[in-house]
């Protein structure tokens, strides 16, 4: 079983920046990949960037260029840093564990912390 915190949400202007972090603890030597995802009313929720175990990364277009997803094994963390913030990431964010097992796939979610562009 994997449990993971996100925090790092908040209030900010556009073109200021955030870090999200997200900290996974109990059984996480069979993490795959850990990615960030956002959702807003009415949209389904979206995948915003990844990491997997070798370190390869992936964002969707939409932040490529201002959002980098970084992780360190020491702490069991990965984190989301936000650059050039724009109104329209204005969203609750969620990370993501995929779990690999005996034949399985399992996901886990953090709670969600809320980011908030002003213009």
């Known amino acids: 079983q994997v449990q993971l915190v996100d925090s790092g949400g908040g209030l900010v202007q556009a073109g200021g920046s955030l870090r999200l972090s997200c900290a996974a603890s109990?059984?996480?030597?069979?993490?795959?990949?850990i990615g960030w995802y956002r959702q807003v009313p009415g949209k389904e929720r979206e995948l915003v960037a990844g990491?997997?175990?070798?370190?390869?990364?992936n964002y969707d277009d939409s932040v490529k260029g201002r959002f980098t997803i970084s992780r360190d094994n020491a702490k069991n963390t990965v984190y989301l840093q936000m650059n050039s913030l724009k109104p329209e990431d204005t969203a609750v964010y969620y990370c993501?564990?995929?779990?690999?097992?005996?034949?399985?796939?399992?996901?886990?979610w953090g709670q969600g912390t809320q980011v908030t562009v002003s213009s």
């Open positions: 990491i997997n175990i070798n370190g390869r990364t």
């Open positions: 993501n564990a995929l779990i690999v097992g005996r034949g399985t796939l399992n996901t886990y």
């Open positions: 109990g059984s996480t030597a069979n993490i795959f990949t």
